[in-house]
Each structure stands twice: as structure tokens, then as C-alpha cells.
């Protein structure tokens, strides 16, 4: 197919193109509109050692997944539920929680997920206080020079994270531009053979026309 075949059939089919993108489109909108809103709190507790020297901070290094490991369980996530009374279960909650060890930046990050974005803060912000606490207290065994201490970076903030609507909404065009291509290229095949134009006549013959005859009236 050459240039001016594509360009008729844009011209001849570009309400197929039109219909479908804005039904795809529009229906991923609705969608979107329809869903209740989800918020993902962040808190970033930074581990620090009591001293710059590189075989501590190897060792602190080394320590973050422990120190993750220890924070994500049942038993921190009863206390979390305990401090600020809430409806679940231990593991429902641990559910909603994700950490994430960050060794570049020796950081522990905590994400989670409620359908309110204050509440997704304030247990946030519980679950690092417990954690900051927790290490207060394993360096009380410590020599003050051996110590690696805990705090928070920033107090815990949301973000929606569900539904992103202009993503949903632009990949429900994109699936409608598909559509309008396979619907096209079922029509165009249904029409192979079929010539709509003299131009067309003199490619496939590869004869001159000299002449037609006029549409009756």
C-alpha cells in the first residue's frame, strides 16, 4: 500500500478512530471516577552510627534487613494496632505495610496503604516511633562509641496511589486506538478487490483510463 491508500482510509474511516478512542477513554475515566481513592504514607527512618568509622558502618550496613525484619512482624504490628486502636488483625495490617532496606542511603523505608491518607500517616509515623524506640533501648546495652542510633527523616506523608486516572485514561485511548486499527483492517480486508478510485484502476491494471462513465442521476 502506498501513501494515498493510507490517506483515503484515514479519511474514509476516521470517525471508527474517533468513536473508539473516546468510548475507551471515557469508559476508563468513569472507571477511575467510580473507585474508591487509595493513599500510600511514606516514612524514611535513617539508621546512623554513633561514629564515623568504616567497620561500624559496614556492620550497620549489614544490620538493616535484621532491623527490618525485626519491625515487620506480628508482634509490632499488635503494637501499632494497640496504640492507636484499630479494627484488624496483626496480619491484616502487616498486609498494608512495606519496607524496604536502602543500604546507599542507610535508610529503612515504610510504606502504607489505607483508604484514609491520615490514617496511612499516623501508623506510619507509630510504626517508625516504635522502631526509634526500640533502638533507643538495644543501645542502652551498648558502649556509647558502638551505638547506631535511629530517627526520622521527615514526619510521614501520603500521596494517592490509586486511581491514577490520567494514566488509566490514557492507556483506555491507547486501547481504543488498537481496537479502531483491528476494526479497520477487518473492513479493509472485507473490501480487497475493490476499487474506488481510477487511480487505484491504472496501479493494479497498470493501463491508462482514458474515461468513465458518469454516476446516473
Not at 18 to 45: D, M, N, R, W
Not at 87 to 100: D, G, I, N, T, V
Request: a negative charge; hydrophobic letters at 45%; aromatic letters at 10%.
Amino acid at each position: 500500500m502506498e501513501l494515498e491508500d493510507y490517506i483515503r482510509i484515514l479519511r474514509r474511516r476516521w470517525w471508527i478512530i474517533v468513536v473508539s478512542v473516546v468510548l475507551t477513554a471515557g469508559s476508563a475515566f468513569v472507571f477511575c471516577k467510580l473507585q474508591h481513592p487509595q493513599y500510600t504514607s511514606t516514612a524514611e527512618i535513617i539508621i546512623d552510627p554513633a561514629r564515623p568509622d568504616w567497620g561500624l558502618a559496614q556492620s550497620a550496613k549489614m544490620l538493616l534487613r535484621t532491623y527490618m525484619t525485626a519491625a515487620d512482624s506480628d508482634q509490632w504490628a499488635q503494637r501499632v494496632i494497640d496504640e492507636l486502636q484499630l479494627p484488624m488483625r496483626p496480619e491484616q495490617l502487616r498486609s498494608k505495610a512495606h519496607f524496604a532496606a536502602e543500604e546507599d542511603r542507610m535508610v529503612i523505608k515504610l510504606e502504607i496503604e489505607a483508604y484514609d491518607g491520615d490514617l496511612a500517616n499516623d501508623i506510619a509515623r507509630t510504626w517508625a516511633t516504635l522502631f526509634i524506640h526500640w533502638r533507643d533501648q538495644q543501645n542502652q546495652l551498648q558502649r556509647k562509641e558502638d551505638r547506631v542510633y535511629a530517627y526520622l527523616r521527615d514526619q510521614p506523608r501520603y500521596a494517592q496511589s490509586w486511581p491514577k486516572t490520567k494514566v488509566v485514561t490514557a492507556a483506555g485511548g491507547i486501547f481504543g486506538l488498537a481496537i479502531a486499527g483491528v476494526v479497520i483492517f477487518f473492513l479493509e480486508w472485507l473490501e480487497t478487490g475493490v476499487v474506488h478510485t481510477p487511480q487505484e484502476l491504472e496501479r493494479h491494471l497498470k493501463l491508462t483510463v482514458l474515461g468513465a462513465i458518469p454516476p446516473a442521476d
